[in-house]
């Protein structure tokens, strides 16, 4: 069992920047592939990115394109997604989630194949 913390989350002005962290409980983690989803009210959860055990695969949902960037350090355990250029369309619960699955080549965007998850941090982007 693996259990993800969140956290980094908070309300910031639109234009500005906040880096989450997702940290795992467990040192295997270095060893799986780690995604980021979020869920704003009255909405579906919805990918937002993803990165390999390796960090050579990271794909990006095409909203955060450009703006946000997930990176590792598999030394601490934890998980970075920084986000810049903020929109107030990036408000909602932002979670964390690892693949049981160890040392794949890629990274999916597809919330079925991860199975551990964290509790959600709240990122809100005032206009």
């Known amino acids: 069992q693996v259990q993800l913390v969140e956290s980094g989350g908070g309300l910031v002005q639109a234009g500005g920047s906040l880096r989450l962290s997702c940290k795992a409980s467990r040192s295997s983690f270095s060893s799986r592939a780690v995604a980021w989803f979020r869920q704003a009210p009255g909405k579906e959860r919805e990918f937002v990115a993803a990165?390999?055990?390796?960090?050579?695969?990271?794909p990006y949902a095409d909203s955060v394109k450009g703006r946000f960037t997930i990176s590792r350090d598999n030394a601490k355990n934890t998980v970075f997604l920084q986000m810049s250029s903020l929109k107030p369309e990036d408000t909602a619960v932002y979670y964390c989630?690892?693949?049981?699955?160890?040392?794949?080549?890629?990274?999916?965007?597809?919330?079925?194949?991860?199975?551990?998850w964290g509790q959600g941090t709240q990122v809100t982007v005032s206009s």
């Open positions: 989630a690892a693949d049981d699955v160890r040392f794949a080549f890629t990274a999916s965007a597809r919330a079925f194949d991860y199975d551990y």
């Open positions: 990165i390999s055990w390796s960090g050579s695969n990271t």
